[in-house]
Structures are given as structure tokens and as C-alpha cells.
């Protein structure tokens, strides 16, 4: 919670105005990486080597707004952003509306940021482009995904 300047009441994190007062709040747009020390992923490497229900690769939203959805990859590319025509859209302000893009392969899946504000993470590291494997961890913003291979 944080405090109104003009009247000091509680006023909700995200909140754009004053409850009690109606002034408006100022927000700090800053958005800072800090990863997650001793936090192990929903599912290890040979678990999400071989997970039932779909064919391909997919990714599962481990932690952050929208936890438990799945995401199936299509061969090729699929964009992800905050911009609604994204393949995957993710409506969270610490995503850019053109974040990055994975690339599946018969060989393989790979992931490129797409000039994104607070990058593109795999496991812990930002990267620009890279390969991926299944049990890696992506994160784009707020949203820590696993990536899975179906065993179609």
C-alpha cells in the first residue's frame, strides 16, 4: 500500500487515484529484472521433455498474471507482445507491444527479442536470440514460462 499525499490514506498498488480524495497518484513506471533465487520450475527438463496433450512445443505460464495457461507453438513463428494482432498477446504493461518471437522447427525452437524495453530472459540471462530447450524458463516481463515438448 502506498499513501496518499493528500490526505494519507491507503491507497491500492496500481492505483491511479485517491479513493477517500480523488487525487490523482502518481505511478513509478520503472520496471527493474530481479530473478528468483531458490525457486525451482514447475517442471524439470525430463518432465517437460515429454508431456502429455499436445505435438510440438508449447510454453506454460509457471509464474505471473495468467498461471497454468499453456500456450501450443505452431511450426514457425509466433509473435508475442501487448499488441492484440501478437499470436500471443500478453496484456501486462512490463511486456513491449512487440516483445519477441519464437521460431519451432522439426529441429528445434529458438527465441528472438524484438527490440523489446526490458528484454528477454532465459534462465536467468537476457539474451537477443538463442536456442531453447524443454524445462528452459523464459521470461517476458511479469511472465515466467516453461517451455514443454508435447509427445503428440
Known sequence: MINC???????????TTCGECGTHIE?????????????????????AEDVDGFEGYALIVERGPRAGMTFVLNTGSTTVGRHPDSDIFLDDVTVSRHHCRFNATTEGLEVED?????????????VDEGPLAPGDEV??????????????
Open 139 to 152: 521470461l517476458i516481463g511479469r511472465f515466467h514460462l516453461i517451455v514443454a515438448h508435447g509427445d503428440g
Open 27 to 47: 505511478s513509478d513506471p520503472t520496471v527493474v529484472f530481479v530473478p528468483v533465487a531458490d525457486q525451482h520450475p514447475a517442471l524439470s527438463p525430463a518432465e
Open 114 to 126: 524484438a527490440g523489446s524495453t526490458n528484454g528477454t530472459y532465459v534462465n536467468g540471462s537476457r
Open 5 to 15: 499525499p493528500n490526505c494519507h490514506a491507503d491507497v491500492a498498488p496500481g492505483a
